[in-house]
């Protein structure tokens, strides 16, 4: 089966560090890729999405993402972190060709300390 | 523009009851999908509505279903109700060009 793979269910960054969060894809057909931003208590908010244009991305709040497609990676990276960057992330893959029936990965919540 | 919203914020059932959860997409969206996020199998795709058509399901039991109006809402709905359905049901609007979903606050339901 298709699948999304996050290495690291717990990330910790001191304020001000480089963000880096990781996500691997298993097919080699190119999907649509995207990475969402979940606060506690709410729904997802999209950071950025990658669907077949360049291959970086940039995203909102300064993240930004490559795909690498020798690797089938996606990772998420942020040059410096700030507080409120601490959220739960997601990478999230789709085959259909469009956004829909989207797989998740299990989500890697980044703390971000002082 | 507003968002999605889902309706009701949080539901508490007990075990053999049933539940029906509400979703409007984005003014203009036609595409609604479904997601439940449970910490155990976190999240997991249900169904996907476009113009009052199912056009894709995820692997959960029958009696999880959905519907989804003229107007593009779109309601879920969970009959016999057990404890492992506890979950926070996402639902999702997709845009005209479709390469983007849009998530409500989604529904925390409890089942007792």
């Known amino acids: 089966a298709q699948s999304v793979t996050q290495l690291g269910s717990h990330v910790s960054v001191s304020e001000g560090a480089l963000v880096l969060l990781r996500c691997n894809y298993s097919?080699?057909?190119?999907?649509?890729l995207f990475w969402y931003v979940q606060y506690p208590n709410q729904g997802l908010q999209l950071l950025l999405k990658?669907?077949?244009?360049?291959?970086l991305v940039k995203g909102i709040n300064g993240f930004e993402a490559e795909f690498k497609k020798s690797e089938t990676s996606f990772h998420l990276t942020k040059p410096s972190a700030h507080m409120s960057d601490a959220a739960e992330y997601f990478c999230?893959?789709?085959?259909?060709?469009?956004?829909?029936?989207?797989?998740f990965g299990t989500g890697t919540r980044l703390q971000v300390t002082l | 523009k507003a968002g999605v919203t889902q309706t009701p914020r949080y539901l508490i059932k007990t075990r053999g009851q049933q539940v029906t959860l509400s979703c409007s997409p984005i003014?203009?969206?036609?595409?609604v999908s479904w997601y439940q996020q449970t910490p155990g199998q976190g999240l997991q795709f249900l169904f996907e509505?476009?113009?009052?058509?199912?056009?894709n399901k995820g692997n959960f039991p029958g009696r999880f279903s959905g519907r989804q109006f003229s107007n593009s809402r779109s309601e879920m709905n969970v009959s016999t109700l057990e404890l492992g359905d506890s979950a926070l049901y996402l639902c999702?609007?997709?845009?005209?060009?479709?390469?983007?979903?849009?998530f409500g606050p989604g529904t925390r339901l409890t089942v007792l």
């Open positions: 097919s080699s057909v190119p999907p649509y």
């Open positions: 003014s203009g969206h036609r595409s």
């Open positions: 999702a609007s997709g845009g005209l060009e479709y390469n983007e979903q849009f």
């Open positions: 999230a893959v789709s085959y259909t060709g469009t956004a829909s029936k989207l797989t």
């Open positions: 509505y476009f113009s009052e058509t199912q056009r």
């Open positions: 990658y669907t077949s244009a360049a291959t």
